[in-house]
């Protein structure tokens, strides 16, 4: 009994808390969003060095900040970004969630019945391989240029490649584990749950991490070609009328925000991943 008691003592003690496993994560995501940073601002400096572009349109990171933080003008710069930026977050964010609830609802169908797969499978891979630019009209003429249809436009990019990446992460479960399952009385739903599913959490976040850029490109697109609103339709406004220095500020803008929202998703991911290694032990 003495040894139980010691033996249950030690394990407790052994088993790294949740807490700094969450820190690390946040710190690598820190820095690796910082790495990011720097290695866009580098290749960026680089490639205009290269690629003999007129300064009126081809803006350098310095003449970016000028724009963002130098001058009387600044601050109106940063709110007119900003402004936009929320609207696009919120187009985007539509279709993410739309797009990925989509695909999971898909994925757990295709899992429990092959044969539902094998009849839509093929039909939605190769509807993905049309491209949305050519689509996305039709669909603002049957879902409207507003709110739905900006949805609908984000929830079929996202849709296709995040329910293939679930549906493949499902399919990796080892048999062996899902045939043990089964062996103890586990019905399909059961083994689905306690087996494949937290089998195929890591994959779905892959599928989720993808989908923040499949969505902000939807977005955009929906915003180009039919509501004008966003940072979508203020960038092509900015080309039209030779705006360059708004233009590539609103894409830096953009691109840094995206790669702070997919090192977020990876930072919920460690914290599910932890949580649900605390929950097995």
Not at 29 to 52: C, E, H
Not at 190 to 211: D, E
Request: charge should be positive; aromatic fraction near 8%; include cysteine.
């Amino acid at each position: 009994m003495g040894n139980q008691h010691l033996g249950a003592g030690v394990t407790s003690v052994g088993t790294p808390s949740g807490p700094p496993a969450i820190v690390r994560a946040a710190l690598r995501t820190t820095g690796t969003l910082a790495g990011a940073v720097a290695a866009i601002l580098i290749v960026w400096s680089l490639a205009l060095r290269v690629v003999n572009v007129s300064p009126y349109v081809a803006k350098t990171p310095l003449d970016v900040g000028r724009y963002l933080f130098v001058g009387q003008a600044a601050g109106s710069n940063r709110a007119d970004i900003v402004a936009n930026l929320v609207l696009t977050l919120g187009d985007a964010s539509l279709g993410y969630a739309v797009g990925l609830l989509m695909a999971a609802f898909i994925s757990l169908l295709f899992y429990f019945s092959r044969t539902t797969e094998r009849m839509f499978a093929p039909t939605f891979t190769a509807l993905h391989a049309i491209p949305m630019v050519t689509v996305a009209p039709i669909l603002c003429l049957i879902f409207g240029r507003g709110t739905v249809g900006t949805a609908v436009i984000g929830a079929a990019i996202v849709f296709v490649p995040a329910m293939l990446t679930m549906l493949q992460g499902l399919r990796a479960v080892p048999r062996t584990d899902l045939d043990m399952c089964q062996a103890f009385g586990g019905s399909a739903w059961s083994c689905f749950a306690k087996v494949a599913l937290p089998h195929a959490v890591p994959t779905w976040f892959s599928a989720a991490r993808v989908a923040v850029t499949t969505a902000t490109v939807g977005a955009l697109l929906a915003e180009w070609l039919a509501t004008g609103a966003g940072l979508g339709g203020q960038m092509l406004r900015d080309a039209n009328q030779f705006q360059f220095a708004r233009l590539w500020s609103s894409v830096v803008v953009l691109t840094v925000v995206c790669v702070a929202i997919y090192q977020l998703v990876s930072l919920v991911e460690t914290a599910v991943g932890s949580r649900m290694s605390a929950t097995r032990r």
